[in-house]
């Protein structure tokens, strides 16, 4: 009895749907079904076409699908910015491609490679490393490799976050609007980012925390990567290592583009050798840097910091 009303009522509603959607509304039922497939067959072209594109990029060239350069460095993205400096210190052929920037996990950045797409720039490193006979660690005593190994982490899977937390917490990703433009339609929707990437940081545990602890937080792997710098030239030694790219990666924004942040200053008065570090790495593997900018954006910016509508 419940079953046989269950399923009238379940009728009667579709009933009423399709009444709905095939009568007196049926025009726009079938310009909607129209738009929605013209659009999804436009994508789907699209997406062909630029797979077309990296495939035919030449043998052997990456494919780096990132963000947008920046206006101030060459990517917002820090893994953006840690995977090209190791491509180019690896002296790999590489093209850019900023259309599809988030790839096979959702992230970005990620790679095309003969046809193969490789998402997670740690796991394309060490595939590139591997392909192009470049493992800069391969030098280093297990110790070593033990250390490295752990300052990276550090530095990719928890400074990251703590940084995090500073920019889109404490300053409400201020900081976007210095180094990428966002095109309008997606700025409403930014707040929404914002939180969306806050409950992140609570997932991963280091947004739980106050401003303040996770201020401190953030300052001791810079107090920690610094320590063991030292006096040397690069993270592990005499010549940079992945280590450097990432430390690079996420240190870039906070050195070298605006708005100046807390972690400006910490670098620019108690961590100098990290400072200089990454000026070091810029010198030589980034002498085109300003050609790697979005420079409309760049003197954008300026004029609006000279206007005092963005405050350095
Ligand atoms: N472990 C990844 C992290 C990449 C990552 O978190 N990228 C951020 C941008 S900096 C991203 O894509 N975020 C979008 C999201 O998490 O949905 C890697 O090393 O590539």
């Known amino acids: 009895m419940i079953l046989q ?3 009238d009522g379940t009728a009667r509603l579709a009933g009423k749907a399709l009444r709905l959607v095939w009568g007196k509304n049926k025009p726009v039922t079938i310009t909607v079904v129209v738009v929605v497939g013209v659009m999804k067959i436009w994508s789907y072209v699209k997406k062909q076409e630029r797979r077309r594109r990296w ?3 030449g043998k052997d060239v990456v494919v780096l699908h990132i963000p947008p350069r920046g206006f101030f460095c060459p ?8 995977l090209e400096t190791y491509v180019r210190m690896a002296e790999i052929p590489y093209v850019v491609d900023h259309e599809e920037p988030f790839g096979p996990k959702g992230k970005t ?15 394309i490193i060490e595939k590139l490393a591997a392909k192009f006979g470049k493992e800069f660690d391969a030098h280093l005593s297990p110790e070593e490799k033990a250390v490295a190994h752990a300052l990276r982490v550090m530095v990719d899977e928890y400074f990251f976050w703590c940084l995090g937390v500073f920019r889109f917490g404490r300053e409400r990703g201020r900081h976007l609007a210095y180094n990428t433009s966002l095109p309008w339609i997606f700025r409403p929707f930014m707040p929404m980012f914002i939180n969306q990437y806050l409950e992140a940081t609570k997932v991963q545990g280091v947004g739980r925390h106050s401003y303040r602890e996770v201020d401190e937080l953030g300052r ?11 006096e040397k030239p690069f993270m592990m030694g005499a010549s940079p290592t992945d280590v450097d790219a990432a430390v690079f990666g996420l240190l870039t924004r906070d050195v ?20 200089a570090l990454c000026h ?4 030589k593997f980034w002498p085109d840097w300003d050609k790697c900018l979005d420079l409309k954006g760049r003197d954008r910016v300026l004029r609006m910091m000279e206007r005092g509508k963005c405050s350095s």
Not at 111 to 121: A, F, H, M
Not at 220 to 230: E, N, P, R, Y
Not at 256 to 275: A, I
């Open 256 to 275: 070298f583009c605006p708005p100046v942040s807390d972690y400006t200053r910490m670098l620019e008065k108690d961590y100098r050798n990290l400072h």
């Open 55 to 57: 495939n035919n990029a």
């Open 280 to 283: 070091r790495i810029k010198e």
């Open 109 to 123: 950045p990620w790679i095309t490679l003969n046809g193969e797409d490789v998402g997670d720039s740690q796991m």
């Open 5 to 7: 009303n269950v399923q």
């Open 75 to 82: 990517n917002i993205s820090p893994f953006a910015v840690k």
């Open 220 to 230: 001791k792997c810079l107090q920690s990567l610094s320590a063991w710098l030292g």
